[in-house]
């Protein structure tokens, strides 16, 4: 029998991990390889250069060390920037979560909230997107790294108040019918920023994601069953509140966290 095909999914944070669930809901038999840079987050404040060539040389790394087959970088910020050089130093498919602002476009009639980082969210990469497929619906940009140091608390088990995230997207009420989740840790936030723009579609990438993972491995009965052992999920640094990182990330089907050398 065929082993599991292996699959690296990577972010800079544990936000990767709301796209790992929509993959690993589809295609269940995969053997999954979680990779987080924590050691230069949050992406959004760091100079593209330097975020380029941390992530080159980190899954570059990675994928030979483990015989990736299929790199999934599950990071709006990186993936504006990287997946050219990426694809090029690879032989494998890579692919990248972008804002879904087709998606959205398609669906409002009133106006888009777009909720990202400040990078992403001012990124030429993100005004392309808006320009070919929102042309004619009006877009309200929130660019909040807040968001994501709570979604990396909520993971811990760390209580996040509502009325914090209700304060941040509070210039989005009453002006949208749509939001795009932007960001691949806002969707660990849903129920919460779901409460605060009630009313409100809310929209991100990882269903999209896990559909085109399935394309490029093929049908998943050619694929193998897949290795009860739990996956590896490895940090670039000692991660933050480990033992409540580690509670929570054992729940999704990872063993400990443990440090690249």
């Not at 760091?46 to 941390?54: D, G, M, N």
């Amino acid at each position: 029998m065929q082993q599991p095909t292996p699959i690296l999914v990577f972010d800079s944070g544990v936000g990767g991990l709301s796209v790992y669930q929509a993959i690993r809901r589809r295609l269940p038999q995969l053997q999954y390889h979680y990779l987080f840079d924590n050691a230069a987050h949050p992406y959004g404040e760091l100079a593209a250069e330097t975020l380029v060539h941390r992530v080159n040389r980190l899954i570059t790394h990675y994928v030979a060390q483990h015989e990736i087959q299929v790199a999934v970088i599950a990071c709006n910020t990186a993936s504006t920037l990287v997946l050219p050089s990426l694809r090029q130093a690879l032989p494998i498919p890579v692919i990248g979560v972008v804002p879904a602002i087709k998606p959205a476009a398609e669906l409002a009639k009133k106006g888009i909230g777009l909720i990202a980082t400040p990078a992403t969210v001012n990124r030429p990469y993100t005004q392309d997107l808006i320009d070919r497929f929102a042309a004619h619906t009006p877009v309200h940009r929130i660019g909040s790294t807040a968001l994501v140091t709570l979604a990396e608390k909520k993971l811990r088990g760390i209580a996040v108040d509502p009325a914090e995230i209700a304060r941040i997207l509070a210039p989005l009420k009453d002006r949208i019918d749509v939001a795009v989740l932007g960001c691949t840790h806002f969707p660990l936030l849903k129920d919460e920023i779901d409460q605060a723009l009630a009313g409100v579609t809310l929209i991100d990438s990882g269903e999209a994601i896990a559909r085109r993972v399935e394309t490029l491995i093929g049908h998943p009965g050619a694929i193998g069953e897949a290795n009860a052992a739990p996956y590896p999920i490895t940090s670039s640094a000692p991660p933050w509140q480990a033992d409540a990182l580690n509670r929570q990330v054992r729940k999704l089907g990872f063993s400990a966290v443990r440090c690249l050398h």
